[in-house]
């Protein structure tokens, strides 16, 4: 977005947006706060300028200045906006006034961070595989749209682990480093909610400790809002009774959950067109460093975390991502946990339908054989698991859809021949046949 300058008569910082009535005036610490037209005329009159008109003047001096604000000083938005510095922008024809800035931690090479390397090495460096260099790079990448104000896309991060694990803790540490401003956008993700204009007065877009829907429909929602944050740079910004208008915010999100398998059932299904846009990592509980068993405890321990940001950050800026990890698209490339994955396939819906055809249709040490009307004749025709099929297949063509899946991810058991005339026809066999 290009940065507009002020070219008022009194070269005053103020800007007027209809929208809400509101004059926002720069006060002493640089913001942009909202005034009322009464508000605004005392402040103006503090200042010295006249309220009056006198001799041969049309209107007064501050009278001239508020037309001159009316006229040609809107904006169509006023607030934080994700990734910017405080000032008025011009995008897509749209003037943005950016009222406040992000938080920019400075880097320190003069500062230890022996706390946050402790817990992130317990975290992220545990079994047979060393998932450091992805919660680093994505932490870097961060960062660095941050300082450019750049917001390109990046991958969604995906925390999965045991209770009290720390994933909470990295994500709350995530916020410092990349602006200190997050925005809950669960509700959002899996239209709960059409009003997201919240969303966009946070760099760090966190999902933890929801209410999870796991419902099929309420995944496929959310992964196609995953897909959408992290690929799109424009979004539509719709606050509750105002025009919707298109912003380019600066965006991560991060999801954690615990590593049961109910828990993991909020998480949008591994298909193709959402798995390099993921970064899905396993947590292993970390043992921290102090003791956090008191509010006081947790605030003494927060504030000494935060002590070393200012070194953890200069190590980031500094870190290297390894070249056979790099991405063209996102700076890093994507990375899913081989027993997460294999935990998510297990609960796939297409893995719950083959588990019910091999009880419903596949004879003994057999195949069955036939055609997709007739499997799912005979699938609905079962009235003990009648229920669960419906459920299944709840919407056009899933039925197809998930033995493609199937034929794909297994085709000893799953797959598609070509009878004569050119006829169609699916063989399903069982588990161990």
Partial sequence: MKELKLEHRLQIPVWFMSQNDKFYLQNDGDHYTPYNKANLRLILRNWGIRSRAIDDEVTSPIDSFMSDCLLSKIVDYAGPLAGYKQGC?????RRILVTNNPHIIEADSHVEFPMIRNIIDQMFNGEDIDQRLY???WLKIGRE???KSNPIPGHALVLAGPRNAGKNLIQDLATKIMGGRDAKPYRYMIGKSEFNSNLFQAEHLMIADESPFYDMQSRR???SKIKDFCVN???NCHGKHKEALTLNPLWRLSI????ESENLLMLPPLEDSIEDKILLLKVSKAQMPMESNSPQKQKNFWNALCAELPGFVHFLDNYEIPEKYKDSR???EAFQHPALVEALKKMSYENRLLELMEIIVVPENGTWKGTQQELELALFEDSTYKRQIERLLYYTNALQTYLRRLAKARPNQVRSVKGH???RFWEISGSSA
């Fill in 89 to 93: 922008y011009q995008f897509n024809e």
């Fill in 135 to 137: 919660i680093y790079g």
């Fill in 145 to 147: 749209c941050l300082l």
């Fill in 221 to 223: 929602t959310f992964g």
């Fill in 233 to 235: 740079s424009t979004q």
């Fill in 256 to 259: 954690s959950v615990n590593e």
């Fill in 330 to 332: 996102f700076g890093l």
């Fill in 421 to 423: 005339g050119g006829k």
